[in-house]
């Protein structure tokens, strides 16, 4: 941290990678739960920033289990 800027190290890049995915899981998993109780794309997409084409592979994905 010379001169005022800023180098994340590799470990926090990391961190803040690891951070990252572990919300898109949880955001998957409450969109997972979304389909289950029978939202539409649009209010599933509207509460959890999804893409429609993201929502119609977990509802594939649900149809498969």
Same mark, same amino acid.
């Not at 926090?12 to 990678?17: A, C, D, N, P, T």
């Not at 509460?47 to 084409?53: A, D, M, Q, V």
């Not at 509802?59 to 498969?64: A, V």
């Given at each position: 941290k010379s001169?005022? #800027?800023?180098?994340p190290t590799i470990a926090?890049? !990391?961190?803040?990678?690891g951070?990252?995915?572990?919300?898109?899981?949880?955001i998957t998993e409450v969109a997972e739960k979304m389909v289950q109780r029978g939202l539409s794309n649009?209010?599933?997409r509207?509460? #959890?920033? !999804?893409?429609?084409?993201k929502i119609e592979e977990i509802?594939?994905? !649900?149809?498969?289990k």
């Open positions: 001169g005022g #800027t800023f180098m926090e890049k !990391l961190i803040q990678e951070k990252k995915e572990g919300k898109q899981e949880g649009a209010d599933i509207d509460f #959890t920033g !999804l893409s429609i084409k509802r594939n994905s !649900l149809k498969r």
